[in-house]
């Protein structure tokens, strides 16, 4: 059989197929690692990177906004919202519309690191995909949003 949309489920079902979730969770582990150790030198996570475009798409944004858009809780998203002041890549300042929120907004040196960071994801996604022909990229892109866009879930 040279294509696969001509396989039937019960050949996609058998036990000499690898298991899906195993190799998605042993890619996501080798993407997971490889960005933590690219991020590193900037003083973020791939956690950190996720926030950071977050922001930067939609500012400003309450701590609580930015929580529900990274699937993150209230304590955690403290914490990063901290730990970006301390290296000068955001600012909080109480919300105009709501005095008890935040607004948060990105520095310079924040659009600056994050550009840098999105610069060194990909380079990391560059090497792990390294295998794939550009169509492949492409097409594995495709089936991988079209898995998770319907069930929206958060990402960890």
């Excluded at 150790?37 to 906004?65: F, W, Y």
């Excluded at 898995?147 to 990402?155: A, G, I, L, R, T």
Aim: hydrophobic content about 40%.
């Amino acid at each position: 059989m040279t294509n696969h949309e001509d396989a039937t489920t019960e050949d996609v079902h058998t036990d000499e197929r690898p298991w899906f979730g195993h190799l998605l969770n042993q890619i996501a582990g080798r993407f997971r690692s490889s960005t933590q150790r690219a991020l590193q030198p900037l003083g973020i996570t791939p956690p950190m990177l996720r926030a950071l475009e977050a922001l930067s798409a939609d500012q400003p944004l309450t701590q609580v906004q930015l929580g529900i858009r990274v699937a993150m809780d209230r304590t955690t998203v403290v914490h990063l919202i901290d730990r970006f002041e301390e290296l000068g890549y955001a600012q909080r300042c109480r919300s105009a519309k709501d005095r008890r929120s935040h607004a948060l907004t990105l520095t310079a040196e924040g659009e600056a690191a994050l550009r840098k960071a999105r610069t060194l994801a990909r380079a990391v996604e560059d090497e792990v995909l390294a295998s794939l022909t550009p169509a492949q990229r492409g097409l594995l892109l495709e089936l991988l949003q079209a898995v998770h866009e319907p069930v929206n879930c958060p990402e960890d």
